[in-house]
């Protein structure tokens, strides 16, 4: 605290006192100050990691944090350099000075040098984050839903709230009947309960999984956009009337973790949250088997 | 006119003798910009008011507000924002910003008033088509005005209008306002459509002899690229908008696909593809984040030269760079969508086109600084503007890096980081844009200056508030917040992130900088009528043709008499000259000459 304080004092003086010295005009000198204080203060909480995300769960997430880690280093130095350049202009060239403005057109030189160190860093960055994006959208765009060694869940977005489907026993999905939704009956999504597939399905409001296992998530909704999002597990995708999202992840560290929409959905929108519980294997089974003795 | 070389001697029309014609529905394009700007100045209140009442919602959700309660009882009785009018508030902040001020003053009204005059030109070249953009401009404004008072209130789905939120009615509240504001947007997307069609003929075809396109200030050269991409993206949010329109009330099914269930009532529509509206509406909504950020480059690079006393630093580059980001700006619009659903291997092509367009951006602010560089500036108001454009553009466009990747999408979409780059990118970097015209270009058109100290004092206060309010903004996206959530408790990583004391600071920042706007407001109409007269035809020794006309300019701007062009429009501080600056206009006897003579 002293410190700051004494930064502060240290910093004011200095804006006091000098443009007297070095013979500036304050103008200028403030723009300079300005531009260069906005950037460090931008800057800082970044770096200290002031506020900041909380920490991933999966390998993906861990490698979504790389990517997110590289970009800050490559636009910081870019932001940090295009600011100190500026006020530095600003600062200097902003003297009242008796000789006139140095006359040039440009430069190609130059010019050759920002297009290409642009060009390699901003695109040399898209093909960096390739693996997390891959990792994360193309395999499942590429396999059939539902593969054997994993557990699959079922997430469908509703006004406003979450409504999660397990296959139950029999590690299948029975097939939904619009006509059969009815959310006071405790049927939201329509299952139909005289299907032997669809008998043992358990619908519930909050999503429970194992830890350190594969987990396929199918994303559909009823009615409108929603977004599904998992903040420590770095993945986001919309669920679409009509398309079913599909989303892979493998936590490997117990705990709860809130799922709150990311999609505007209407009026409640900001109320739309579940939360997704990571357990132990026997926990897991246990609550399963706990959802489904209410199906009784 | 002592400044012109020589000139041609054209047809003079005369100025119309009643007041109507002269002053409202006018064919003069310097009236009609000036309209344009003053619908702009007004549109600008309406959304700072509604975005104000955003972050009082925000951060004092169960005050009342004097005054609105009795403006909408329903909305907001006793003055309490209900969650539903917040989004409203929301939608109607984003749409009056994004079209009636960001897309009009920027092009319509400075583009309009300038352009003409800079290229040497009586007029523009269809002036009863610009007459009619205005108006039909002014239509749209008044359609979108009605959405606050109809039945239902405004629309909730924000300013993108996704659909099945924005096609049916069940799933928001039922009312009208969705279509007065599809209404609204479609008269828009027509006008704008008019006169960009205007700005390109008048740039290609009226040119004064002498100004081949590559001795074009960079301000016509943004407003000639702005216009092709109006031109082309504007038509395409006509189309959705219509077929929106035919599905919320002709029972179409465009935007709604079958086996929709809201309050347990099956849909009865089938067939259309909530996706393709995204699609439609990207490929307006990218090229429109350019053509309200667009002119706002030209005019900084204008200004950055003309009181930097500096050519341009690499002119050619800057218009090539210009051409790239307007080209590539209609091939990026899927990154709006990268969490939609679409396919992801789309999603990584539009990435790599998306960061291809930072390069561009890249060259401009290097190019900026290098005007700067070696310069011998003056720091009046436009520059000071000027300048703080550059800062706010780079740190903008800088976040935008972040967005362009999927793979960091992942994490970003659909959170405050989104919000934070896109205000400070397209809203406030384009506003410092058009601060930095009205103040330089203002002694032109009026013939007496803005305060200069009322405007130092503003811009202060703007650069430190705007980076106040929207700085944090990126932390709260780290948390990460998501957008468009009417309150912000409730969410258990955000409570323990410490996001309240955020949006304290944001709403805090956020009032202070909104009521800086008054002295803007109070400046603008108290120079209007006492600032300092401006005597001379070019008070700021700059070299394009609108500082060769007369103060204010006389109705058909060069009065019969159309100079010729002889040199590019960045000639300061040429060696061996008499002055630090050369006009268009001059010949190279008198700017060399004159030397010699004195």
Redesign the interface.
């Known amino acids: 605290m002293v410190l700051i304080v004494a930064l502060a004092i240290w910093l004011i003086c200095i804006l006091l006192v000098a443009p007297f010295v070095v013979k500036i005009?304050l103008?200028?000198f403030?723009?300079a100050v300005?531009?260069w204080l906005?950037c460090v203060?931008?800057t800082i909480?970044?770096v200290a990691k002031?506020?900041?995300?909380?920490d991933p769960i999966t390998d993906h997430a861990r490698?979504?944090d790389g990517?997110?880690a590289l970009?800050f280093v490559?636009?910081g130095v870019?932001?940090i350099l295009?600011?100190l350049?500026?006020g530095y202009?600003?600062l200097k060239?902003?003297r009242?000075?008796s000789e006139?403005?140095?006359?040039?057109?440009?430069?190609d030189r130059?010019?050759l040098l920002?297009?290409s160190?642009?060009?390699v860093l901003?695109?040399g960055?898209?093909?960096m984050?390739?693996t997390?994006?891959?990792e994360?959208?193309?395999a499942e765009?590429a396999t059939q839903p539902g593969s054997p060694d994993r557990e699959v869940v079922e997430v469908t977005g509703q006004?406003f709230v979450w409504n999660i489907r397990y296959p139950g026993p029999d590690g299948k999905f029975g097939p939904l009947d619009?006509?059969l939704?009815?959310?006071?009956l405790g049927n939201p999504l329509?299952v139909d309960r005289g299907n032997p597939d669809g008998k043992d399905d358990i619908v519930v409001p909050r999503m429970a999984v194992p830890v350190d296992k594969e987990i396929e998530v199918i994303l559909r909704t009823?009615?409108?956009?929603h977004?599904f999002?998992v903040?420590e597990l770095?993945?986001?995708?919309?669920?679409?009337?009509?398309?079913d999202?599909r989303l892979r992840f493998k936590p490997d560290k117990v705990g709860t973790y809130?799922i709150?929409?990311?999609?505007?959905?209407?009026?409640?929108?900001?109320?739309m949250?579940s939360y997704l519980d990571v357990m132990e294997q026997a926990d897991y089974e246990q609550w399963l088997a706990e959802q489904a003795s209410f199906l009784q | 006119m002592n400044e012109v070389a020589e000139y041609v001697e054209v047809h003079r029309h005369p100025e119309p003798k009643s007041f109507i014609s002269r002053w409202i529905f006018s064919l003069d394009h310097k009236v009609i910009g000036i309209q344009y700007v003053m619908l702009a100045v007004v549109a600008v209140f309406i959304g700072m008011a509604l975005s104000l009442l955003i972050r009082l919602r925000l951060v004092w959700p169960e005050q009342a507000v004097p005054l609105l309660g009795d403006l909408f009882p329903v909305g907001a009785p006793d003055g309490i924002m209900t969650p539903e009018f917040y989004l409203s508030m929301l939608t109607m902040h984003g749409t009056m910003m994004v079209f009636m001020v960001l897309t009009t003053a920027p092009q319509g009204g400075f583009g309009n008033y300038v352009l003409p005059i800079q290229i040497g030109a009586n007029d523009m070249a269809f002036p009863r088509l610009n007459m009619l953009s205005f108006w039909t401009t002014f239509l749209s404004f008044c359609a979108l005005m009605m959405a606050f008072f109809v039945e239902g209130g405004a629309p909730i789905s924000g300013w993108t209008a996704y659909p099945p939120l924005s096609a049916l009615d069940s799933a928001v509240i039922a009312g009208t306002g969705q279509d007065w504001w599809i209404i609204s947007i479609a008269l828009f997307c027509v006008a704008s459509l008019l006169g960009a069609l205007n700005f390109i003929v008048t740039t290609l075809e009226l040119r004064a002899k002498g100004l081949t396109m590559m001795r074009l200030p960079l301000t016509v050269w943004t407003w000639f690229v702005t216009a092709i991409l109006g031109l082309l993206a504007f038509g395409v949010l006509l189309a959705a908008g219509v077929l929106l329109l035919l599905d919320r009330n002709l029972g179409t099914s465009f935007f709604i696909p079958a086996g929709l269930v809201i309050n347990d009532q099956l849909i009865d529509r089938s067939g259309g593809s909530p996706i393709l509206w995204q699609h439609l509406f990207w490929f307006f909504g990218h090229p429109e984040v350019y053509i309200a950020i667009l002119p706002g480059m030209g005019v900084t690079s204008h200004i950055l030269a003309t009181f930097a006393r500096k050519p341009v630093f690499g002119y050619k580059v800057m218009v090539y760079a210009v051409a790239a980001i307007g080209g590539l700006g209609f091939v990026v619009w899927g990154h709006h969508m990268f969490m939609s659903g679409m396919s992801p291997y789309s999603a990584f092509v539009f990435s790599v086109l998306t960061m291809c367009i930072g390069v561009p951006s890249a060259i401009k602010t290097f190019n900026w600084i290098g005007t700067l560089w070696g310069g011998k500036i003056r720091f009046t108001s436009p520059m000071l503007y000027s300048v703080g454009f550059v800062s706010l553009f780079v740190t903008g466009g800088l976040s935008g890096i972040f967005l362009g990747q999927p793979t960091v999408d992942l994490f970003f979409h659909d959170t405050y980081f989104v919000v934070a780059h896109f205000h400070l990118i397209m809203g406030v970097a384009a506003i410092f844009g058009m601060f930095a015209g009205l103040t330089f270009w203002f002694p032109k058109m009026f013939g007496r200056f803005m305060n200069e100290g009322l405007s130092k004092v503003h811009f202060w206060l703007t650069f430190l508030g705007v980076y106040a309010i929207f700085g944090p903004m990126h932390y709260l996206g780290m948390l990460p917040h998501p957008r468009r959530y009417a309150e912000i408790t409730g969410v258990d990583y955000l409570a323990a992130g410490g996001s309240a004391e955020i949006h304290y600071f944001i709403t805090i920042a956020a009032m202070i900088t909104i009521t800086a706007q008054l002295i803007f407001l109070f400046n603008l109409v108290w120079s209007l009528f006492k600032g300092k007269v401006c005597s001379d035809d070019n008070p700021w020794e700059a070299t394009t043709l609108e500082w060769a006309v007369p103060t204010p300019p006389p109705y058909d701007n060069f009065a019969g008499k159309i100079p010729t062009v002889y040199r590019g429009a960045y000639d300061f501080s040429l060696p061996k000259a008499k002055r630090d600056y050369a006009m268009q206009c001059n010949s190279d006897d008198m700017v060399y000459q004159q030397a010699a003579g004195d």
């Open positions: 005009r103008t200028n403030l723009l300005a531009i906005i203060a931008l909480p970044f002031t506020w900041w995300m909380p490698l979504v990517q997110m970009t490559v636009t870019v932001f295009a600011h350049a500026l202009a600003v060239f902003g009242d000075r006139p403005a140095e006359y040039t057109t440009g430069n130059w010019e920002w297009t160190a642009a060009t901003f695109v960055l898209v093909f984050g390739y997390a994006w891959a994360a959208r193309f765009a006004q619009v006509n939704i009815d959310d006071s329509g009823k009615d409108v956009l977004n999002f903040p770095r993945l986001k995708l919309d669920t679409v009337p009509g398309i999202g809130e709150a929409c990311s999609e505007l959905c209407g009026l409640g929108h900001y109320k949250r």
